[in-house]
């Protein structure tokens, strides 16, 4: 088994690399590596040490953004990290209504560790469209991604009160900071 930083780090420069052509959709265009981290760093403060499935956050967003491969992941993360990301990731040939609405029936089926990845990666989003949405986004259209967001959620099993807890928070104050 590969040391835990090893792991994080070969994970961490693979998304970098893989993501760097890529921003977020926020005013600034911030770049977009920024959000496997954080949704890797809400991980590790809610107390999450197992080193695979920091990796598959900080992966999460590769097969379905970029042109990464299953083979790709699997050849350079093995089984586990590489499974965790394809049940992350969207079939982006389905349309985007579909698609959201199959994120909320799969939800119970998720893996517990990609159950984990997929309420930080909610977490992370649902803080960003409080404060760093996209520009052209009006209120509703906020409001409606945290409803689904909080419907998704719903669904996960999730094994860690603190990110229950903390997806509560964020969610409720979304709802107080953006003005209908
Ligand atoms: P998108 O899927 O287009 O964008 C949201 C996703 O973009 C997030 O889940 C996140 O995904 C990524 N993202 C990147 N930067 C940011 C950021 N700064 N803030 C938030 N998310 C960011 O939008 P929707 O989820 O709204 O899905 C599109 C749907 O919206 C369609 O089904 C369409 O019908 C509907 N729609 C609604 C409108 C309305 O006014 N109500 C108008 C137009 C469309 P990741 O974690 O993968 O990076
Ligand atoms: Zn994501």
Avoid at 53 to 82: K, M, N, Q
Avoid at 153 to 168: S, T
Wanted: hydrophobic share 40%.
């Amino acid at each position: 088994m590969e040391e835990p930083s090893a792991l994080i780090l070969k994970a961490t420069k693979f998304a970098a690399l893989k993501h760097r052509d890529q921003r977020r959709k926020d005013h600034v265009a911030s770049p977009y590596i920024i959000h496997p981290v954080t949704v890797a760093n809400e991980l590790t403060q809610a107390g999450v040490t197992d080193p695979e499935i920091i990796a598959a956050a900080l992966l999460h967003d590769t097969l379905e953004d970029t042109e990464t491969t299953p083979d790709e992941l699997l050849e350079v993360f093995g089984e586990r990290v590489c499974s965790m990301v394809q049940e992350l990731t969207d079939d982006k040939d389905l349309p985007k209504l579909e698609r959201k609405r199959l994120q909320i029936e799969h939800a119970p089926e998720l893996s517990p560790g990609a159950a984990l990845v997929k309420i930080c990666d909610k977490i992370a989003n649902v803080t960003d469209v409080t404060h760093s949405p996209p520009p052209d986004w009006s209120s509703e259209r906020r409001i409606e991604y945290l409803d689904w967001a909080e419907s998704v959620v719903a669904g996960c099993k999730i094994d860690n009160e603190q990110l229950k807890q903390r997806f509560a928070v964020v969610l409720a104050n979304g709802r107080e900071e953006i003005e209908l």
